[in-house]
């Protein structure tokens, strides 16, 4: 099961509305880049598995507006086999728990019909950047958690990640089932040819509203968010810029102005007294 | 009155990391007149950071022994932070905004209920004594302030949100220490460290809360010597972009950006850096951005406070050494 979203393009105009959530009908709408690196790692992995005589499928979720299953399709196009959409208004304003507790409805659902070993997901959304879900779903779930991988790898029944920490790299392995979050470094997502746009026309998405799923709607969307945005705004832009053409001596001239906005120390660090 | 708690994140070597007395002075703020206390999971010696503590109003630091557990595992963090929290009865909870303490904050969340905010940029009381924070979203472009509605506060600050100050009176006390070991539970460890290895430490600063960031892109070709000779005459950091890390040419944890570390210093000072969003979502929030780069069309230019188009292997020496200069003159 391979978890995505559906976000507005970062290369596109984005903006907050007046009740602090995310403009998210701007037409500019894509599955959240990074979690087609979730797609593919999933994709690789069943691809193994088939070769060695095993079944495996692979199952992209979403949860979000109409437009979201524009994310799932995508995913199909990516090799994904099935897709559930969870389209449900008392969804809309849910924070990372209110999401986690979607997904594993989900999860317990498709477990009915097939053992699900494996939830992969992205390392953050573009749109929020809080990488907070891998870990609340994890926890949700009861699974064992491998995050932020850069490499995974699946044998005997376990899956082993390298993840590389800002002070550390670490190895983490897990018996099955567990949760798998990828980070961008994890592989190179493919380019859907032809075949795959004509196939995916023909995969499965499963549209389920909450009543399907047996999720209280009072515990998801604005009702259950823990937070509230209590303002939004547009950063002002910066004043006073300078651009200027290098003639010789910009160097120089940018040295004296970082001396004067005192940007840099007038002496050189000696060593700092905390 | 509130207890704050704060995480005292510290290196295998025992060193605090920098960024942590920021913390301290945050929770003195929200506390309210009520005690900071300090989380320090593992088995360091924590006597040398106690006098510092003290000075930045640490009360009481909670020394949490693993055990054979390895701290590092997030899972084990979380479950040592649900524990200090039920300990110390604290409504708030503060740690650096890093990926490791997002999966923990994420974990206690679900267990006790919390509201999370991460990447503040501030945080304080308003009026009806909620917890409120500041950050900014979107790469950068708009800045919202969240309230957190439940009873326990988890706010994840990033470095250089706040200026660390020192208790002013009464003199600082040392702070009591007390040590407790943490049954960690089977689910924690489920997923298994095969093996850590650290980083090995560097002269430079930390990238994440240094005060002056100099970063190099696809237009060093390879060549980090001059980022390298500036960062280190204004005791910067160095940082790079995915291009220059995915080439090789320097370590990934010096990718600043979306996916990489976020950094808002003082000065950023980007040479050979075109402003792709991926990365200008990594350091939107810096306080003076300065951008080099031969390409007046390169959108770093938009969020520069001074640009110089022209080549950084003429410029960056000579800003170095026209530093060098000034200042010994």
């Given at each position: 099961m391979v978890c995505v979203k559906h976000v507005p393009d970062i290369q596109s105009e984005r903006s907050l509305g007046p009740d602090g959530?995310?403009?998210?009908?701007?037409?500019?709408?894509?599955?959240?880049?990074?979690d087609e690196n979730a797609v593919e790692a999933a994709v690789v992995l069943a691809e193994q598995a088939r070769d060695a005589g095993e079944d495996a499928e692979v199952v992209v979720v979403t949860v979000g507006p109409?437009?979201?299953?524009d994310a799932v399709r995508r995913g199909l196009q990516l090799g994904a086999d099935a897709a559930v959409h969870v389209l449900d208004?008392?969804?809309?304003?849910?924070?990372v728990f209110g999401t986690a507790t979607v997904l594993a409805a989900v999860l317990r659902r498709l477990g009915e019909q097939a053992p699900v070993d494996l939830v992969v997901t992205g390392?953050?959304?573009?749109?929020?950047?809080?990488?907070?879900?891998p870990a609340a779903l994890a926890a949700t779930l009861d699974l064992p958690q491998l995050t932020l991988a850069a490499e995974v790898t699946l044998a005997d029944g376990a899956v082993t990640v390298r993840r590389d920490l800002d002070h550390a790299v670490e190895e983490l392995t897990a018996p099955l089932p567990a949760l798998v979050s990828v980070t961008d470094r994890a592989n190179e997502p493919r380019y859907p040819n032809f075949q795959g746009i004509m196939a995916a026309r023909k995969k499965p998405v499963e549209t389920l509203t909450l009543a399907d799923l047996g999720v209280?709607?009072?515990?998801?969307g604005t009702a259950g968010a823990r937070t509230e945005v209590l303002e939004a705004a547009p950063r002002p832009p910066r004043t006073d810029r300078v651009l200027v053409t290098d003639d010789g001596q910009a160097g120089a001239r940018l040295a004296a102005w970082l001396l004067e906005r005192d940007l840099?120390?007038?002496?050189?660090?000696t060593g700092e007294v905390l | 009155m509130a207890t704050v708690l704060v995480l005292l994140d510290h290196a295998?070597?025992?060193?605090?990391?920098?960024s942590v007395l920021e913390l301290a002075t945050a929770a003195r703020d929200l506390a309210d007149g009520g005690e900071v206390h300090g989380l320090w999971v593992g088995d360091e010696p924590v006597d040398p950071a106690l006098p510092v503590l003290g000075r930045h109003g640490v009360a009481v630091v909670h020394q949490v022994s693993t055990g054979a557990v390895d701290p590092h595992l997030t899972p084990v963090l979380a479950e040592a932070l649900a524990d200090a929290v039920r300990d110390t009865g604290a409504t708030v909870l503060l740690a650096l905004s890093t990926f490791e303490n997002k999966e923990a904050a994420a974990r206690l969340a679900v267990a006790t209920g919390a509201g999370v905010v991460t990447d503040a940029a501030a945080v304080e009381r308003d009026a009806e004594g909620r917890v409120v924070a500041a950050k900014t979203v979107l790469a950068g472009t708009w800045t919202t302030r969240c309230a957190v509605r439940t009873d326990l506060a988890v706010v994840l600050l990033k470095a250089g949100a706040v200026v660390s100050r020192h208790v002013e009176e009464p003199a600082p006390l040392v702070p009591e220490v007390r040590t407790r070991a943490l049954a960690v539970s089977e689910r924690a460890t489920r997923?298994?460290?095969v093996r850590r290895t650290a980083a090995a430490p560097s002269d430079r600063p930390d990238l994440s809360s240094a005060d002056v960031v100099v970063v190099g892109g696809r237009g060093t070709e390879g060549d980090f010597g001059p980022i390298e000779a500036l960062a280190d005459e204004v005791g910067g950091a160095v940082g790079s972009t995915r291009v220059a890390t995915d080439e090789g040419w320097?370590?990934?944890?010096t990718q600043i950006g979306q996916t990489g570390v976020t950094v808002s210093p003082r000065l950023y000072i980007g040479a050979?850096?075109?402003?792709a969003v991926h990365h200008r979502g990594g350091m939107?929030?810096?306080g003076t951005i300065v951008a080099v780069n031969p390409?007046?069309?390169?959108?770093i230019f938009e969020i520069a406070d001074y640009g110089i188009v022209g080549d950084l292997f003429t410029v960056l020496p000579q800003v170095t050494e026209e530093l060098r200069r000034l200042r010994q003159g």
């Open positions: 959530r995310l403009v998210r009908d701007g037409g500019d709408g894509t599955i959240n880049e990074l109409d437009d979201a299953e208004d008392a969804v809309a304003g849910s924070d390392m953050a959304g573009l749109d929020g950047l809080t990488s907070l879900l209280d709607p009072a515990t998801v840099v120390r007038t002496t050189p660090a | 295998e070597t025992g060193a605090l990391r920098g997923a298994a460290l320097i370590g990934h944890e050979g850096v075109s402003g939107q929030a810096s390409d007046p069309e390169a959108p």
